[in-house]
């Protein structure tokens, strides 16, 4: 799809285990014609986790080669622990192309964005309950206790960033959350085009 009109990329960025992932999925699922990258990261694949599909799993010195080459938009080190990072080039490739483009990344990348791509929509997506937060973060089941204190640390400190983003979404569900968010894509992509 090519429109021809300034294109807008938005970034869901939020407290861990909010549901980031699994709402930009149902985005995936729902909304073909909305552009998602795929993040390199340096952690392991988790069991059913596919390279080139949830994220490019890399080595370190792979990863040392892309900053190095100023390769990635932004990039961070996200729980205190593996580097993530979005690849530059698909990025601007979806927007010239004309499409809708979405990044799921943390808060670090958010800031980092706001900075380099400061037209971008930023939206929050936040827990109906910091014990509803808890609870998922505990559901998920895939961390140690030690890895679920660090991660619980850094959604206290991500859960206070809420009013440097443009909108909020709450997870109440997440087909209604990825269909509040595809529709505030869309909104504001129409407003940008009656300009
Ligand atoms: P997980 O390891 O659970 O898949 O993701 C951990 C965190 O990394 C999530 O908060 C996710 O938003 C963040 N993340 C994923 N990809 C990127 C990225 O490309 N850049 C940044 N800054 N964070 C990312």
């Given amino acids: 799809m090519s429109t021809g009109q300034p294109t807008r990329l938005v970034v869901l960025a939020g407290p861990t285990a909010v549901g980031k992932g699994t709402v930009a999925a149902e985005v995936r699922a729902a909304h073909p014609d909305v552009w998602i990258s795929i993040s390199a990261t340096t952690r392991a694949p988790r069991p059913g986790e596919v390279d080139g599909v949830h994220y490019w799993f890399v080595s370190e010195d792979r990863f040392d080669e892309m900053v190095a080459s100023d390769d990635l938009l932004e990039w961070a080190v996200v729980h205190q622990r593996a580097r993530y990072g979005t690849p530059r080039a698909p990025v601007e490739e979806a927007l010239a192309a004309g499409c809708l483009a979405l990044l799921e990344i943390d808060l670090q990348g958010a800031r980092q964005v706001r900075t380099t791509m400061p037209d971008a929509l930023f939206v929050f997506l936040s827990p109906p309950s910091w014990e509803e937060l808890v609870r ?60």
Avoid: K, P
């Fill in 136 to 195: 998922r973060l505990v559901g998920r089941g895939t961390e140690n206790d030690e890895e679920r204190a660090r991660r619980l640390e850094t959604a206290r400190q991500e859960l206070a960033s809420e009013a440097e983003f443009d909108v909020t979404v709450v997870n109440r569900e997440v087909h209604a959350a990825a269909e509040e968010l595809v529709a505030l894509m869309t909104y504001d992509h129409e407003s940008t085009r009656a300009d």
